[in-house]
């Protein structure tokens, strides 16, 4: 059997050799340091959602609006609301008119209408929306027509 005999030099040697774990710890500090410096310079500006209670407040104001056509009773008597009657009669400015002039204080709105099947195109005051808009959707059955009433709402001068 042999034996293996080594010096105090060799046995020092394989004790003494912490360069390479010196050198990780160095490495980690230098990225626990980096990684620290970067989370303390970059701050990330994530905007908040916009309200979900605005979006809400919007859609109720347009409804609003629109049912208020359909509540108020005809001049003549043969229709159902005064919006029936002036669709029917091909008065689309004034039925708009009638619908916006009831958008609660601090909206305004575009009016669409589409009768049957019919692409909408814009009737009454026709603005231009100032930041996000909220649709609401009607369908009034006048005489054998359909129409889609549609209203634009946006909060006036575009605050949310």
Request: hydrophobic residues 35%; glycine residues 12%.
């Amino acid at each position: 059997m042999s034996q293996l005999v080594y010096s105090d030099h060799e046995v020092k040697g394989l004790h003494d050799d912490d360069s390479g774990q010196v050198h990780i710890l160095e490495m980690l500090t230098l990225f626990w340091l980096f990684f620290m410096s970067a989370t303390f310079l970059i701050q990330i500006q994530v905007p908040d959602s916009p309200s979900q209670s605005i979006d809400a407040s919007m859609e109720f104001a347009g409804q609003d609006a629109i049912r208020y056509g359909l509540g108020i009773t005809s001049q003549g008597g043969e229709y159902d609301s005064r919006l029936a009657e002036l669709l029917s009669n091909g008065d689309e400015d004034a039925a708009c008119e009638l619908i916006q002039g009831a958008i609660t204080s601090g909206y305004e709105g575009n009016c669409w209408l589409a009768r049957d099947s019919g692409t909408s195109h814009p009737a009454g005051e026709v603005g231009t929306p100032a930041g996000r808009t909220i649709t609401t959707h009607s369908l009034v059955a006048v005489d054998d027509h359909l129409w889609t009433v549609s209203l634009d709402v946006w909060t006036r001068g575009g605050g949310e």
